[in-house]
Structures are given as structure tokens and as C-alpha cells.
């Protein structure tokens, strides 16, 4: 299984963008998922986590109030990143991937299947 990233494109400064991950070649619904992000020149970095259920969300403080994880129902097999008051900080790729290693939600090594990431720019 791989996780596949769209949504991503050329938005405004406080414009919102709603990203997309499903999965490819199986399904991803018995996972907790995450999505990180890499800016220009930077490293990946934690974003959201949502749990298998949907119940649990944790997310990177800058994002906090911005951002909010979410999966469909009732399959569960597709995640949902809505990002809202976009600001050119948020100017990265996106990624999202399968929570299956164990260790700290926020750490990429608890994670596999990644996707290709979806490119997210934030004019201001």
C-alpha cells in the first residue's frame, strides 16, 4: 500500500487548501495517519496526526488552530488535512503516511508508506 497526496496548488495568503491522502494498492483505514511537511531547504517536519478511529488528533503547535485532521466515514480510508489562514510559512510539500513503526506520533520514524507529497504555495 502507498499513500497518495492531492490538493496541493497556489493560494493567497489566509486562503485555505484542503489536502486529500488515499491509498494505493490496499487500504490505509486500519492506520493512524500523519502528515508532515518540508519547506524549501528545510527538513520534514510534523504537521497533524489523527488516530485509526478518528477520535485522537494531535497537532504541531503553529498549526494548531489553523489546521484540522479528519478521515472520511465510514471507510476511514481516506485523510483529510484542512488548512485554513494559510500563511507563506505554510509554503511547503506535503506528505502523509501511515503511523506503523510505534514511538512518538510526531517522529517520522514511526511512520511508512509514504506518498509523493503534494506542493503547497502561499503567496503573500
Known amino acids: 500500500v502507498q499513500a497518495v497526496e492531492s490538493g496541493g496548488g497556489l493560494v493567497q495568503a489566509g486562503g485555505s487548501l484542503r489536502l486529500s491522502c488515499a491509498a494505493s494498492g490496499g487500504t490505509l483505514s486500519n492506520y493512524a495517519m500523519g502528515w508532515f511537511r518540508q519547506a524549501p531547504g528545510k527538513g520534514r517536519e510534523f504537521v497533524a496526526h489523527?488516530?485509526?478511529?478518528?477520535?485522537?488528533?494531535?497537532y504541531t503547535d503553529s498549526v494548531k488552530v489553523r489546521f484540522t485532521i479528519s478521515r472520511d466515514n465510514p471507510t476511514k480510508n481516506t485523510v483529510y488535512l484542512q488548512m485554513n489562514s494559510l500563511e507563506s510559512e505554510d509554503t511547503a510539500v506535503y506528505y502523509c503516511?501511515?503511523?506503523?513503526?510505534?514511538?512518538?506520533?510526531?517522529?517520522?520514524?514511526?511512520?511508512?508508506?509514504w506518498g509523493q507529497g503534494t506542493k503547497v504555495t502561499v503567496s503573500s
Open positions: 489523527i488516530s485509526g478511529s478518528g477520535g485522537s488528533r494531535y
Open positions: 503516511a501511515a503511523y506503523n513503526r510505534g514511538g512518538a506520533y510526531y517522529s517520522m520514524a514511526g511512520y511508512d508508506y
